[in-house]
C-alpha cells in the first residue's frame, strides 16, 4: 500500500489520495464501500454541476440532507472547488430553516427530496439561486445532472447545456416528456431568449422558431431543444437551415414514444394506446442517415460552443440526438 504524503489544497489531496485507488475511503453500515478513486470521481461529478450551475469559489452551499456517502461527497465537492459547506440538521423547523439560509446567503441550497416543496419557498424568500434534492441512497436531481446513465437523463442533457448558454441566447422548446426539464433548467437572461409552442402544446413549431430566431439574432445562440416526436413534424426544415446557412444547435431526446399522452393514461387507466412508435425507432432511423459520427455525453457542451464548425452534421446520442446545422 502506498503512503500518502501531506498536502494543503484540498484538489492535490484528492489527486494523491486516488493514486492509492485500492485504498479504503468509506464503508457505510449498509456494506457499500467507496475507495479514494471513488470519492475523487463522485466528488468530482457534484463539484461539476455545482460549477455549472453558477456556483463559484467562496460562494455558499446551504445543505439539509441524511447522513450518508453522497453527503460525504457533497462535502467534499465543495472542498474542491472553494465553496462553503453550510450544514443544516434535518431536525431544524422550517423557521428556523428560513433564519439560517437568511443569514448565510447561500448561492443554492441541496436538501432532501421530501422536503423540497417545503424548502423552494423558503429560499425564495431568502433569495437562494436554486434548490436540488439528495437523499440518503444517493438517488435525487442532483446526481441526476450529473448522471452516468445510458440512455441519457434528460437532466444530464440540460445540466450540461445550461453552463454554456450566454446570456443573450435563443433557447427554443418544441416537445412534450423531454422538453418539460428544460422549463425548470434552463433560465433565459434576458427577454424573448425563451420560446415555446405554448399552453396548447402545438408540436413542430420549433423549426420556424429557429429560422426566425437566427435570422433576428444573427451573432447570438440558438438552440432548439426537441422531442422525438415534435422532430417528426418538422424536421424536414434542417434542410432550410443548411441551404440558407442558418447555423443553429437541435438537441433531440429520443425515447420513442409520446411521452405526455402515454405516462398520463397509464397512471388513470393502467395502460396506453397509440402513445408508442409502431416500427423500430423513427427519429433515429432519420438521424442516423445524416451522420457518420458519434458523440459521447461528456463531449456535449464542447460541440455545442463549437456547433459553428459543424456544417451541416448530425450526431447520435444513446438516448437523444446533437443536430448542428450550418
Known sequence: MRKMTFARDPNDWMEQAARCSDRLFLRTPEGRNFSYADLREHSGRIASVLLRRGVQSGDRVAVQVDKSAEAVFLYVACLRMGAVFV???????????EYFLRDSQPRAAIV???DRMLIESLARNAKVAWVETLAADGTGSLPLLASE???IHPMRVYGELAGVLDDDAVVI??????????????EPGRPGGWLDPGPYGCLGTGLGYAIAARLARPSDQVVLLLGDGAAGFSLMDADTL???GLPVVMVCGNNGIWGLEKHPMQAIYGYDVVADYLWGRPTEILIDSLTKEDLEVRTLRTRLVQAGEMAGSA???PGSALIAAR
Not at 450544514?87 to 430553516?97: D, L, R, S
Not at 418544441?174 to 428544460?182: E, I, L, P, Q
Open 87 to 97: 450544514p443544516i440538521n434535518v431536525a431544524n423547523t422550517p423557521n428556523e430553516v
Open 112 to 114: 432532501r427530496p421530501q
Open 149 to 151: 446513465a445510458d440512455p
Open 173 to 186: 422548446g418544441d416537445g412534450g416528456d423531454f422538453v418539460s426539464y428544460a422549463g425548470k433548467y434552463i
Open 242 to 244: 443548411v441551404r440558407h
Open 315 to 317: 450526431i447520435t446520442l
